[in-house]
């Protein structure tokens, strides 16, 4: 077995991560772009996962700083010689490794899952940027994997589940979250929201049971969740198996770049 963690605290888990959705790192490397990393700019990756992509930004010459609230993958980003740290993104300054001023703070994929307090982690975004410095990002805008969720929550509910409990996802407007970056004291520079249509690696049962464990974990490890994943998948056959036996997903991004005054 690897050494990085097998499974954390929070469900996830490296491995199965690096099997069913690699294409979240891979779909997103124009992002770096965005971001225009220059060498010995000091970057704080926010939501690292397992460094897939703090990686490829550090090979072009920034100092990197990973950090996740996922044990088990900020165990695989140190696999691949990253620094990374384990912190909650609502309380960046507590960290040591993370109470400097960095040139730009980038996130992709992980700005969805803060949904208990999106404000609290933009403030601290802002207050890790240097003045002048840049929040460059990508994260699920609102209609993201909306068929999905819609299931995942009526079988939850119909199981006995309030979804509203189990549901992870903040996907905000473009215009909702611009007002919030906007309130913390971002200048906004760049904004696109679309729609990419995704091609999953393999069946939806592996997203679900991947990227969507806050439902599946309600119900027992068994015959409870294997139920409850095929009624899921038996009611989103129609609208995202194509006939070629290819699972399609709906994403919908929101990427921006946001800028702290000098
Ligand atoms: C996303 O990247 O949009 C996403 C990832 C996992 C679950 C839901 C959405």
């Known amino acids: 077995m690897s050494g990085a963690a097998e499974i954390d605290a929070g469900g996830w888990r490296a491995g199965d991560y690096a099997r069913n959705a690699r294409f979240v790192a891979e779909l997103a490397t124009d992002l770096i772009d965005w971001l225009a990393p220059a060498p010995g700019e000091t970057i704080l990756d926010l939501g690292c996962g397992d460094g ?47 109470d400097r001023a960095f040139d730009a703070v980038f996130s992709n994929a992980a700005l969805h899952w803060m949904h208990d307090d999106p404000q609290a982690v933009i403030e601290h975004v802002f207050a890790r940027l240097k003045p002048g410095g840049r929040f460059v990002a990508e994260m699920g805008a609102s209609g993201n994997v909306a068929p999905i969720r819609a299931v995942l929550r009526a079988e939850a509910d119909a199981r006995g589940h ?48 991947t990227l ?11 015959a409870a969740r294997d139920a409850y994943v095929a009624a899921v998948r038996e009611r989103l056959a129609g609208e995202m198996r194509h006939r070629d036996g290819q699972w399609v997903a709906p994403y919908v991004r929101l990427r921006f770049i946001a800028r702290k005054p000098d």
């Open 52 to 98: 897939a992509l703090t990686e490829r930004i550090a090979a072009a010459g920034a100092d990197m700083v990973g950090v996740d609230g996922s044990a088990s993958m900020v165990a695989a980003a140190r696999e691949r010689g990253l620094t990374a740290v384990v912190a909650d993104a609502r309380a960046l300054g507590a960290v040591a490794a993370l």
């Open 162 to 209: 309030e979804p509203d409990t189990l549901d992870p996802w903040y996907f905000p407007t473009e215009t909702a979250y611009l007002d919030r970056l906007a309130t913390a004291g971002f200048h906004i520079e760049r904004s696109h929201t679309f729609e990419r249509p995704t091609q999953l690696p393999g069946d939806i049962a592996d997203w679900l049971t």
């Open 212 to 222: 969507a464990r806050p439902f599946v974990t309600a119900f027992a490890h068994g």
